[in-house]
């Protein structure tokens, strides 16, 4: 089986690393697998599959400035469908699965016979990102035979609400679990990198510095950490885009907090550093589906995070969910507290990665 995945780039994400993962996996399988960004970007996600020897194929090349600006500001839908098209074309993948939204790009099956598409964000969010044409657009490619990936049961009944003729399953993301649980990061090591005393506790948060990740709530959770526990950190591992990064570091100053907060960036070792935080916050306004937070639970972490992420993603007993309206207070106590949650508490081997694959390649073979 040839399978040609198509993400929007591969700077750190949720997506962005399943395609990454799914495919490295794939390779070692014996299959043949390709990935096509739109927008390319020399990453650390982008390296692991040179490294892998799987083929990426881009639309836009970040290398050229001039070029870049233009294509940002002025994109071709038929040049970038065509583009799209004419890689499919040339590649001839059995199963084409986007993780990125297809626009204006037509299903042909004569083409590709089997064409697939996962919903990585809440289906409210997705279609309010595009106009009625391009919804139109989706709508008719659903009927056409695009077959969706549903991260959630909510997120499947959501889809067919909006189209009751797709083709849907419901197959989580999954994680290489015991991969994960590997990855360690020395605390005291960590404490002393960053000069801090050996009994500080660590908050966490990895995420992109964006506004629906609500790093506002953070802040203000934290300062309330801080009243109770004053020999506290904050953590901040991820990037963003300049304004958004630019209001953070403002709040950070507005609150004095410059040498509370640590933006530590874009890292590598993201899993292996969430081993070492006592507690991590997660109060986004939305969530589909989060796999940071499954990341945290599987290497043990206490964990609160807002009540929009889904019910399937809740599963060790440290692992909680609150309402962003709740005060900030109430957030800090169950951050700081040891007590332990008892009903629907599940493994986090349900989102073994080997496991959901396998599911995905049965979907492709159907």
Known sequence: MKVLFVIHH??????????????????KMGMEVAVLDIWHFNTIL???????????FSIFNDSNLVTKIINHLYPSKKSLNERILNVISEYKPDVVHFHTFLRDTQID????????????????????????????NFSDQLSAGLHVVALTEKAKQDLLAFNSKTQVDVIPNGLDIQEVQSQKYDKEKLLGELKLPKDTFILGHVGRFN??????????????????RPQSVLLLVGDGDKNDRKRVHGL???????????????????????????????????????????????????????????????CTDKC???????????????????C???????????????????????LYQK
Not at 211 to 228: A, D, G, M, Y
Not at 272 to 296: G, I, N, R, T
Not at 341 to 360: A, G, M, P, T
């Open 109 to 136: 099956k004569n083409l590709c016979p089997k064409w697939f598409f996962t919903l990585h964000s809440d289906m409210n969010r997705f279609l309010s990102q595009f106009d009625e044409n391009e919804i139109n």
């Open 320 to 338: 909680f969910k609150l309402s962003v309206n709740e005060s900030n207070e109430k957030w800090a106590n169950l951050l700081l507290s040891s």
């Open 211 to 228: 506004k629906v990740k609500n790093h506002e709530k953070l802040i203000n959770i934290f300062r309330s950490v801080l009243q109770k």
């Open 252 to 314: 950070v100053k507005e609150y004095s907090l410059q040498d509370k907060v640590i933006f530590l960036g874009v890292r590598n070792d993201a899993t292996a550093l969430m081993s070492c935080f006592d507690a991590m916050a997660l109060p986004s306004y939305q969530e589909s589906f989060s796999l940071v937070l499954v990341e945290a639970q599987a290497q043990g972490v206490r964990c609160v995070a807002s009540d929009t992420v889904p019910d399937e993603v809740i």
């Open 46 to 56: 982008f390296r692991k599959l040179k490294n892998a020897c799987i083929p990426v």
């Open 10 to 27: 591969l700077k750190m994400g949720g997506a962005e690393a399943i395609v990454t993962n799914y495919a490295i996996q794939m390779k």
């Open 340 to 362: 332990v949650r008892e009903n629907n508490v599940k493994s986090v081997n349900y989102f073994d990665f080997k496991k959901v694959l396998s599911n995905i390649l049965s």
